[in-house]
């Protein structure tokens, strides 16, 4: 009886202390690491150290930006994927983590990332000369089906986001245009400046001082809503085709990272997003918020990899 009494002790002990052991530790205990995949001083840096910033005070913790570049942005998303799945190293993910898998660049997709959010969202915009004679989407669709091929549309590049979008216009418009690489979107924004192309499927950032100028036109946004520095011009939708589509940042964690640490991060970092200073300073550096939460984000990514791999397959840029 005595025996069973011991056991029966030593049981209940080893119970309460594996209770113990099991409670949640509490989080951050120490700085949390943001990997950024591109170099400083971009936009996604300028975001993320933006956000670091405002964040910290609700975190109770440094964060660190972290610089990983390389390959196209497959080294930071790579190292943001291989870390801990303790929570303390964020990454923050961006267009490429779509464009990069098609291509057989990357072995891994967002998918295999923890979402927490998306962050901001810049729509492609088709632009033309100010005195194009098309003055409407309709009117560029129009002459396209006519003549396939013949209008030249500019990209920041091969595989590029704008590259993509244009490919995307053609698609749900049903037109054949001519695709001219550029390395980035700026000297492609020089160009039709110069007459030399008809148009770009950039940013409105990127073309908001020669608009503004009168030296260029926006047609459309591929975006939910107008611009609200161009609040004049329509979307695509409203032009009649359902074409939402440009770049965007969010955050994401390793897999499997435990509920509650992905809780606090997903609470400070909206609380750091929501403040008038990261809202001021976004607004003076020019970046379109675009705020979603985890599973709005994942519904996001996944009709934007579809559409992205789909038209990277047919433009050729696929393997």
Not at 60 to 66: E, R
Not at 217 to 236: G, I, Q, Y
Not at 240 to 246: E, K, M, P, Q
Not at 286 to 302: M, V
Request: a neutral charge; glycine letters at 10%.
């Amino acid at each position: 009886m005595k025996k069973m009494f011991v056991l029966l002790l030593v049981f209940l002990f080893v119970i309460s202390f594996a209770g113990c052991g099991g409670q949640v530790e509490k989080f951050p205990t120490k700085p949390v690491t943001l990997i950024v995949p591109w170099a400083a001083g971009g936009g996604t840096d300028t975001i993320a150290r933006g956000l670091a910033k405002q964040t910290e005070k609700f975190l109770g913790q440094t964060i660190t930006v972290n610089n990983v570049t390389g390959g196209g942005g497959a080294a930071g998303h790579g190292a943001g994927l291989s870390a801990k799945n303790d929570g303390y190293t964020v990454t923050v993910i961006t267009f490429e983590l779509l464009s990069l898998p098609p291509q057989k660049l990357v072995p891994f997709t967002y998918k295999d990332f923890d979402l927490l959010m998306r962050l901001n969202a810049d729509p492609a915009a088709l632009t033309v000369k100010a005195d194009s004679p098309f003055k409407t989407v309709k009117d560029f669709v129009e002459y396209a089906k006519a003549n396939p091929g013949k209008i030249n549309v500019g990209n920041a590049g091969p595989a590029s986001v704008w590259h993509i979008a244009a490919g995307l216009l053609e698609e749900k418009a049903g037109i054949k245009l001519n695709h001219v690489p550029f390395n980035g979107a700026a000297p492609a924004v020089t160009d039709l400046v110069g007459g030399h192309i008809q148009a770009v499927t950039v940013s409105p950032a990127e073309v908001r001082s020669q608009v503004n100028a009168g030296q260029l036109r926006m047609l459309a946004v591929m975006s939910d809503n107008r611009n609200p520095h161009f609040p004049e011009v329509p979307t695509f939708k409203e032009a009649g085709y359902d074409i939402i589509f440009g770049t965007w940042r969010g955050l994401a964690v390793p897999k499997d990272t435990p509920e509650n640490v992905k809780n606090v991060l997903k609470e400070s970092f909206k609380k750091g997003f929501d403040s008038p200073e990261f809202q001021d300073f976004a607004k003076n550096a020019g970046l379109g918020l675009a705020y979603a939460p985890a599973e709005q984000f994942k519904t996001f990514l996944e009709t934007a990899s579809t559409d992205v791999e789909a038209v990277m397959m047919r433009l050729g840029l696929a393997k």
